[in-house]
């Protein structure tokens, strides 16, 4: 998922760029609700807020993980510990992403994710 041209301007107002799929997901992930308080101008504050809205409506409240495995890097929401699904999104060349989504009736265990993931390899 890339962001759109609006809030790739908001990013830029940020001093951040987030040319790929990869690279927004992780802004995202690691815009924190301390970022508003420390940001140094209300513009800044207001700009990180809209980006912790857009976190919050894009992403699950699971926990996050970020993975590189060489050919492909991406994150995985939630974790096999606690009886739920996980997505993971894998990010081949960066830009465009796929998804692998998982939960007990599924049969797909995190040995099985994690397998895929190591031996991913973009066409």
Known sequence: MLPPDD???MLGFLGEK????FEYMNLLLSTRDEDV???????????ISKLLTL?????SPKQAYRFDAGSVKGFQFGEYSTP????VM????NAFGCSINANESSGINQDDV??????????
Do not use: H, M, W
Not at 18 to 21: F, I, L, T
């Open 55 to 59: 976190k919050a409506l894009q992403i």
């Open 84 to 87: 739920s699904s996980i997505s």
């Open 18 to 21: 987030a040319d790929s799929g």
């Open 90 to 93: 894998l990010y081949p060349d």
């Open 114 to 123: 994690d397998l895929i993931i190591s031996t991913f390899r973009p066409l």
């Open 7 to 9: 809030v790739r301007q």
């Open 37 to 47: 308080r420390n940001s140094d101008s209300l513009e800044k504050a207001q700009a």
